[in-house]
T-cell receptor
Framework: AQSVTQLGSHVSVSEGALVLLRCNYS??????LFWYVQYPNQGLQLLLK??????LVKGINGFEAEFKKSETSFHLTKPSAHMSDAAEYFC?????????FGTGTRLLVSP | DTEVTQTPKHLVMGMTNKKSLKCEQH?????MYWYKQKAKKPPELMFV???????INESVPSRFSPECPNSSLLNLHLHALQPEDSALYLC?????????????FGDGTRLSIL
């Protein structure tokens, strides 16, 4: 069975600093991986997806993620944080009709 | 703006009430999902419909009853809920037969059980 691990329930950065949110997956086959963002009182919005076409995936709002098979990782990055990036971020892997979510990382951005 | 629309946005009900949550999408997706999300937790899958047929029920109590009347609509009928059922209920949809397609989520219904 697939599992997804997100290291760090909270990550704090200053505005303009690099954002790095970590995600590791456990899968016996190449996975389909996703990052979602959830703002307060909203649903989940798809940031980007990995479907084996390219290891570096660019998403919306300046985010990108790199798939590293040797490290079973799919970390999310953004070069320069904005205040509006403060939200909950979920990494997820797709099994048969099921999304397996990590526990989430809350990104805090300070001025 | 989300392409999956959920109504109502908020719902307060007593434990003896019957209510329904509604979800609608017009993206031509043939797979639709209900999730339950408690505060500070990831969404938990409840039900999956594929081509209007229930394909997954994650051992959800019978006080939750899903219905998929057509390819664009998904309902969740609620009856005799418990206080611990208070949560954000999310609907999602995806293409059914193409492997690896992402799920698109609505903004949810925040349910409070008195």
């Amino acid at each position: 069975a697939q599992s997804v691990t997100q290291l760090g329930s909270h990550v704090s950065v200053s505005e303009g600093a690099l954002v790095l949110l970590r995600c590791n997956y456990s899968s016996s086959v190449p996975p389909y991986l996703f990052w979602y963002v959830q703002y307060p009182n909203q649903g989940l919005q798809l940031l980007l997806k990995y479907t084996s076409a390219a290891t570096l995936v660019k998403g919306i709002n300046g985010f990108e993620a790199e798939f590293k098979k040797s490290e079973t990782s799919f970390h999310l990055t953004k070069p320069s944080a904005h205040m509006s990036d403060a939200a909950e971020y979920f990494c997820a892997a797709l099994g048969f009709q099921k999304l397996v979510f990590g526990t989430g990382t809350r990104l805090l951005v300070s001025p | 703006d989300t392409e999956v629309t959920q109504t109502p946005k908020h719902l307060v009900m007593g434990m003896t009430n019957k209510k329904s949550l509604k979800c609608e999408q017009h993206m031509g997706h043939r797979a639709m999902y209900w999730y339950k999300q408690k505060a500070k937790k990831p969404p938990e899958l409840m039900f999956v419909y594929s081509y209007e047929k229930l394909s997954i029920n994650e051992s959800v109590p019978s006080r939750f009853s899903p219905e998929c009347p057509n390819s664009s609509l998904l309902n969740l009928h609620l009856h005799a809920l418990q206080p611990e059922d208070s949560a954000l209920y999310l609907c999602a949809s995806s293409q059914a037969r193409t492997v690896g397609q992402p799920q698109h989520f609505g903004d949810g219904t925040r349910l409070s059980i008195l």
